[in-house]
């Protein structure tokens, strides 16, 4: 198993480019989640699947849209970039809401 | 509302014992996680205590859970320079959906 992984590590977008991250999960699981880490915090939770289909809002969630037409792949899209959204974007996924979560390398965004 | 403290910083000589302490908000979290992230990578999930315990003890690595002061420690015994990152606790928010909060970090620095 390759576990949950993303693309692409590294990315520099000017302001009002969109961009799509990706993130693939090969364990089958149901759950899937977009976190953020901005320099010195914590992680914030951006948007979450809990299945195919069904998407939701987390606590940061304006600025990007999530879409899950597929039990692995949970794409996270910029349509118009800020230099707020500079951070560092965590994919993870988990088996069911009593599960650990298992995170991704992530993928470090920077928009100039 | 939903809000887990840590502190920032802590220095320790390798051998000695690394207590990081959490506090967090939510009563009835089921699970307390702990991560682990070094520098530029993913994060790496340490160990977790599920809510009904005091104690969970896995090789280096003990957790103490008080649910009375809602208190979580991670103590790392015998510290190695290896162990120098940040560590994040973290507590399920949200019944249905598994939705992890995030604590903002701390940093563990292991002086040789």
């Known amino acids: 198993n390759a576990g949950v992984t993303q693309t692409p590590k590294f990315r520099i977008l000017k302001i009002g480019q969109s961009m799509t991250l990706q993130c693939t999960q090969d364990m089958n699981h149901n759950y899937m989640y977009w976190y953020r880490q901005d320099p010195g915090m914590g992680l914030k939770l951006i948007y979450y699947s809990v299945g195919a289909g069904i998407t939701d809002k987390g606590e940061v969630p304006n600025g990007y849209n999530v879409s899950r037409s597929t039990t692995e792949d949970f794409p996270l899209r910029l349509e118009l970039a800020a230099p707020s959204q500079t951070s560092v974007y965590f994919c993870?996924?988990?088996?069911?809401?009593?599960?650990?979560?298992?995170f991704g390398p992530g993928t470090r965004l920077t928009v100039l | 509302g939903e809000d887990v403290e840590q502190s920032l910083f802590l220095s320790v000589r390798e051998g000695d014992s690394s207590v990081i302490n959490c506090t967090y908000t939510?009563?009835?979290?089921?699970?307390l996680y702990w991560y682990k992230q070094e520098p530029g990578a993913g994060l790496q999930l340490l160990t977790y205590?599920?809510?009904?315990?005091d104690m969970k003890q896995d090789q280096r690595l003990t957790v103490l859970l008080n649910k009375k002061d809602k208190h979580l420690s991670l103590r790392i015994a015998d510290t190695q320079t290896g162990d120098s990152a940040i560590y994040f606790c973290a507590e399920v928010y949200g019944g249905a959906t598994n939705k992890l909060i995030f604590g903002t970090g701390t940093l563990l620095a292991v002086q040789p």
């Open positions: 993870a996924s988990t088996r069911d809401r009593e599960d650990t979560q298992y």
């Open positions: 939510d009563s009835s979290s089921t699970y």
């Open positions: 205590i599920f809510s009904n315990m």
